[in-house]
């Protein structure tokens, strides 16, 4: 199975809060990441936390790290249409990425 | 940020052609890596392109399928050979412009007929 796995889809309203949650497996990660993939479009790093950190804040994007459970979340505050995308969690092994197989969100007027 | 410039933006080849993707960086960069993603999947890493040495290359890529150079540090090719309708994917370049920040290119669309 995947070494790092998340949810395939969220649907949330408009002005609500979404929450993607990623699961990793390697205790030895340096860095756990979220990028996100409009349609077309490539990878946009939205914002990467150290892991030795619990969490980061970065205007409406929250993330929280888990380092004991392996867990990862991204929250996203007064989610808005143009947040509809794939959102990618991935750890950093020796310098390169692997990636979860991606959250479908999507956003409801 | 980097900022990341892939060249073509997207082809379509024939079956058994080759195609060379670029990949230019606005600044110098000590690690260049070169993934792929398949529809409707995630991507996955095919090899990090190093300057001045030969590619490091992950399990089920190939240098003969994926030769890659890199000439310096700003600037990396990926090539895929002898191409098959499985190639067809997105080929994405990803730099390391600071420690852990890691941003990507907007990918390479190749279509195999």
Redesign the interface.
């Known amino acids: 199975g995947e070494d790092v796995e998340q949810s395939l889809f969220l649907s949330v309203r408009e002005g609500d809060s979404s929450v993607i949650n990623c699961t990793y497996t390697d205790s030895s990660s340096?860095?756990l990441?979220w990028?996100k993939q409009e349609p077309g479009?490539?990878?946009?790093?939205l914002t990467?936390i150290?892991s030795n950190m619990d969490m980061k804040q970065d205007q409406r994007l929250t993330v929280l790290l888990n380092k004991k459970d392996k867990h990862l979340s991204l929250r996203i505050a007064d989610t808005q249409t143009g947040d509809s995308a794939i959102y990618?969690c991935a750890e950093?092994r020796w310098?390169?990425?692997?990636?979860?197989?991606?959250t479908r969100l999507q956003v409801q007027p | 940020?980097a900022v990341i410039s892939q060249k073509p933006s997207r082809d379509i080849c024939q079956r058994g052609t080759s195609l060379t993707i670029q990949c230019q960086v606005d600044s110098q960069v000590t690690?260049m890596?070169w993934?792929r993603q398949q529809p409707g999947?995630?991507?996955?890493?095919i090899a990090?392109a190093n300057q001045g040495s030969e590619a490091t290359y992950?399990s089920g890529f190939v240098i003969d399928k994926f030769p890659i150079s890199r000439p310096n540090l700003t600037f990396s090719t990926l090539t895929v050979s002898n191409m098959s309708p499985e190639d067809s994917s997105?080929y994405?370049c990803?730099v390391?412009s600071r420690p852990?920040?890691?941003?990507?290119?907007?990918?390479s669309r190749l279509t195999v007929l």
């Open positions: 340096t860095y990441y990028y479009a490539g990878l946009q790093l990467y150290f990618f950093l310098r390169a990425l692997t990636f979860g197989s991606g | 940020s690690m890596f993934y999947q995630s991507l996955t890493l990090t992950e997105i994405l990803s390391e852990g920040e890691l941003f990507f290119g907007e990918g």
